[in-house]
Structures are given as structure tokens and as C-alpha cells.
């Protein structure tokens, strides 16, 4: 079974503060993705990266940064947290057409 | 630019009457269609894919290129069958992998 994992479930920051949302895969995929979940908009790509310090920006790259210096791990970096980044963030990987996901980070920018 | 449309937010059905969740897609090329589900507290899974052409929990999904569809189908709808449901299509990203692209979601409540 492929496993993605984030390295929480719910965390509370406070506006301007520096957040990094870990998340790690297990089956040597070469391409992993974070998304940001909202209620009526469904998930909306933040940023992907196919390969090992390669980054491109999804729809809705504004306020966020990504880190891939190993293949199993990409990182999202809110540089200066807002509010309006308050959201459930789910990060995926694949090797192909099919992604696996992660159980999500819920944030709470305050 | 591909579009994926969910025409429904929320589709309330009785428990045993038939499911319909309808999708339709934008996309220039050979579309690849996906149906993920996401059951309360539970990471987002796959359900379907139109290319295996498989019935998954008694869900099928039949991909119709000229109306550019993808509708959810079950003939009898359960009680755990209530969730969320996201159509998305594959295309390529243009820089190195295929990429998603999501509706924005159906809530599905089956009432008892």
C-alpha cells in the first residue's frame, strides 16, 4: 500500500508567523502535490514537483514556497501566515495518472 | 485550459432509490477521468477510473466524449455511501508530470 503521511493533523498559528506543512511518501514516486481543500471549491493545486528540487506553481501559488531536496519529502512554507490561508491542506503523490493522498492538515491561522 | 464542472454542491437521496452525481469536462486532448470520494474523517481515496472500466462498491462511471460527461451511477443507494465526491481529469502539466485538475465537489446524504 502506498502510504502519504503529513506530519500533523491540526495545527494553530498566528498571523505573520512562519509555517512549514511536512509531507513524505513511501513509493518512490517521482511527482508529489499540495492542494488546499475548501468548502465549495473544491481542492485547488498549490504547487507540484516532479522530481527532486523541482518545483512548478499549480493555480493558486500566491503566499506558499515548496522544498523538495529528498524524493520521499516536499514541503509547504507559508512565509508570513494569514488568515485567509486558514484551510485543510492535503498532499499527494503518483507515479502516473493516479494520486495518492495524504489525511490532510487542517490550519488555523489566527 | 481543462475545467472539470460538478453542477450539484449537495444531491440528497433515500436510502435504495438510484444515484446519479453528474460531471462534466473541458479538455482538449484524450481526457483521463477520475472519481474520488472522501468518507467523513478519511483521507481522500480513488473510486473510479474511467480507463478500468470496473465497478467499485457498486458505483460505474461511463465516459460520454461527445457530451463531454463523466456521471457517478449506483442503482441503489446505501446509507455508507454518504460523502464527498470529486470528479478530476488528468492532463498533462506541460512541465514534467500529469496533473489534476478537480470539480468542485458533491456532498452526497443518503437519508434512512
Known amino acids: 500500500d502506498v502510504k502519504v503521511t503529513q506530519s500533523s493533523r491540526y495545527l494553530v498559528k498566528r498571523t505573520g508567523e512562519k509555517v512549514f506543512l511536512e509531507c513524505v511518501q513511501d513509493m518512490d514516486h517521482e511527482n508529489m502535490f499540495w492542494y488546499r481543500q475548501d468548502p465549495g471549491l473544491g481542492l485547488r493545486l498549490i504547487y507540484f514537483?516532479?522530481?527532486?528540487?523541482?518545483?512548478e506553481k499549480g493555480d493558486i501559488p500566491e503566499g506558499y514556497s515548496v522544498s523538495r531536496e529528498k524524493k520521499e519529502r516536499f514541503s509547504l512554507i507559508l512565509e508570513s501566515a494569514s488568515t485567509n490561508q486558514t484551510s485543510m491542506y492535503l498532499c499527494?503523490?503518483?507515479?502516473?495518472?493516479?494520486?495518492?493522498f495524504g489525511p490532510g492538515t487542517r490550519l488555523t491561522v489566527t | 485550459a481543462q475545467r472539470v464542472t460538478q453542477p450539484e454542491k449537495l444531491l440528497s437521496v433515500f436510502k435504495g432509490a438510484p444515484v446519479e452525481l453528474k460531471c462534466n469536462y473541458s479538455y482538449s486532448g484524450s481526457p483521463e477521468l477520475f472519481w474520488y470520494v472522501q468518507y467523513s474523517r478519511q483521507r481522500l481515496q480513488l473510486l473510479l477510473r474511467h480507463i478500468s472500466r470496473e465497478s467499485i462498491k457498486g458505483f460505474t462511471a461511463d465516459l460520454n466524449k461527445g457530451e463531454t460527461s463523466f456521471h457517478l451511477k449506483k442503482p441503489f443507494a446505501q446509507e455508507e455511501d454518504s460523502a464527498m465526491y470529486y470528479c478530476a481529469l488528468s492532463g498533462w502539466s506541460g512541465a514534467g508530470s500529469y496533473q489534476l485538475t478537480f470539480g468542485k465537489g458533491t456532498k452526497l446524504s443518503v437519508i434512512p
Open positions: 514537483s516532479y522530481d527532486v528540487k523541482m518545483k
Open positions: 499527494a503523490s503518483s507515479t502516473g495518472y493516479e494520486q495518492y
